[in-house]
């Protein structure tokens, strides 16, 4: 069975970092993409950030503040956010796109899903 199972979410200032983690099982996520997505209340499902072995992908809205990466060897996917602002606030997925030979922004062109971590940016 196929997990993705995010952690290091929280209550932070503006300003301030968080780091996110994605661990992986169920099957061997390195050949695929990795993605982090978030959903703000009231808001559609946005996507933040991906990877496919050195390759990365961020949205307009974090680049420059926000950087994933992988180990492979432990099936994890991270999200360092730095500079946070009070409009980062939502809950971050993690999703991997299964075998996918290109990287992506689109949620269709992802798989798995794990269940979200909330972060939250006070003013």
């Known amino acids: 069975q196929v997990q993705l199972v995010e952690s290091g979410g929280g209550l932070v200032q503006a300003g301030d970092s968080l780091g996110l983690s994605c661990a992986a099982s169920?099957?061997?996520?390195?050949?695929?993409?990795m993605g982090w997505f978030r959903q703000a209340p009231g808001k559609e499902r946005e996507f933040v950030a991906a990877?496919?072995?050195?390759?990365?992908l961020y949205s307009d809205s974090v680049k420059g503040r926000f950087t994933v990466s992988r180990d492979n060897a432990k099936n994890t996917v991270y999200l360092q956010m730095n500079s946070l602002k009070p409009e980062d606030t939502a809950v971050y997925y993690c999703a991997a796109g299964q075998s996918r030979t290109y990287i992506s922004g689109n949620r269709h062109a992802y798989d798995y899903w794990g269940q979200g971590t909330q972060v939250t940016v006070a003013s």
């Open positions: 169920g099957r061997t996520f390195g050949s695929d993409t």
């Open positions: 990877i496919r072995y050195s390759s990365t």
